[in-house]
C-alpha cells in the first residue's frame, strides 16, 4: 500500500487513501503521533478526528459515511 506523507499546519500524517470516489475534496489521514485516524476536508479546511484505528476497523462504512454526512464536525 502506497501511503504520502503530507503536513496540515505543521502536523505530520500519512495519507491512506488516494481519493474517495465522487468525494476528492477528502483526506483519510493517520496520526503516528496520537495513533488516531483523521479526516481532512480541504475544501472547507476543517480537520478532524475520527477514532482510534481498531474502532474505525470494526466499522469503516460508519465512519466514511459520518464524513461526508458531517457527523465529526464539532
Known sequence: MDVQKITWKRKKLLSLMSRMDNYSEYLLLWSPRDRKLWYLDIE????HPLA????????PGRYLNGIIEGEFER
Open 44 to 47: 472547507h479546511d476543517e480537520f
Open 52 to 59: 482510534k484505528w481498531d474502532t474505525f476497523i470494526a466499522e
